[in-house]
């Protein structure tokens, strides 16, 4: 997630505090009932880049994978956003 205004470093740091505290939240098994039960098998992991944050959610686990697969379509779908690979 990244500001909309390149000059907007109070909102870039909101954005890192927020996918921190969500990555935490995540791993605590809170907030994502599709993954909750594997939450021992992914790894939340959220950082801080030019302008925001990313949050990168990974498994070695192939039930896991699918989990997150499913969960990410399912955010795109709900915040109407295209499939980045779609994407030109």
Excluded: C, W
Aim: charged content about 30%; hydrophobic content about 30%; cysteine-free.
């Amino acid at each position: 997630m990244t500001v909309n205004d390149p000059d907007d470093t109070d909102g870039a740091a909101q954005i890192s505090t927020r996918l921190r505290d969500l990555a935490n939240k995540y791993a605590r098994g809170e907030g994502v009932d599709k993954l909750k039960d594997l939450r021992g098998k992914i790894t939340y992991t959220a950082h801080s880049i030019e302008d925001g944050a990313e949050m990168i959610i990974s498994s070695q686990d192939q039930k896991a994978v699918a989990a997150i697969h499913q969960f990410l379509e399912q955010m795109r779908r709900q915040n109407g956003e295209n499939d980045p690979a779609e994407r030109p």
